[in-house]
């Protein structure tokens, strides 16, 4: 399996910041050039990918930045051919194919092929990193996929873990990723906000080990839900 790395990291904290500058252009059509130069090379492919994802939050949520949304979904799929146990592009596309209604459920009318896709998706992923190699923010892959079965209106499948078991068995240690870290806290601050008091404390205690360094997780953990965490 193809885990997260720091370079992984600077080049979305890179794009990112480019795309929200307006300079991401030249960025991207470089990294387009090198993914097409070498159409075998999972890395270049990755690399194009994730730069297109972290773009994404500079585009308004409009009918028109739709397009922008299936363009990087497409991009990762290609890495996925070349890789598919590469880790950050199944759970972006996972991501991508929830978000593109409009977030997580704000307008989800007619996105049922999309949530199945991710669906289909993070239960790949969980069955992969289950075997040796475990990371802590493999908790994420389990949070969205809670996620997902909430906007899918559909039960957990029976094969796979209690989201609750494995927020118990995480490891409590940031996971120093300060750019991705912000698409890995996603879920779980989606899910403490609509879940009861018992799992909302257990979902903040890892959200704040694992993330406290995301703007997300540091505002939760200040606003009047602040007694969760304790």
Known sequence: MRLITP???ELYGLASAAGKLGRADRLLAMLEGESAA?????????RYALAMMAVLP??????????????AIEALGAVLAIEPDHWLARYGRARLQALIPGGYGLDSAGSGDELACARSDLNYLID???GPGYQPYFVSAHALA?????????????S??????????CPLVNVRLPALGAVLCEPLVTLYLGSAERERHTIGEVAAALYADQAAVAALARSALQPAWR
Do not use: I
């Open 38 to 46: 070498r159409p075998d090379d999972g890395e270049a492919a990755g």
């Open 58 to 71: 500079s585009v308004s949520f409009e009918l028109a930045a739709h397009a922008p949304f299936t363009a």
């Open 128 to 130: 992969l990193q289950s």
């Open 146 to 158: 809670a996620v997902l079965d909430g906007l899918c209106g559909q039960a957990a499948p029976a």
């Open 160 to 169: 796979r873990p209690s989201l609750l078991d494995e927020l118990g068995a």
């Open 7 to 9: 370079a992984d990291d």
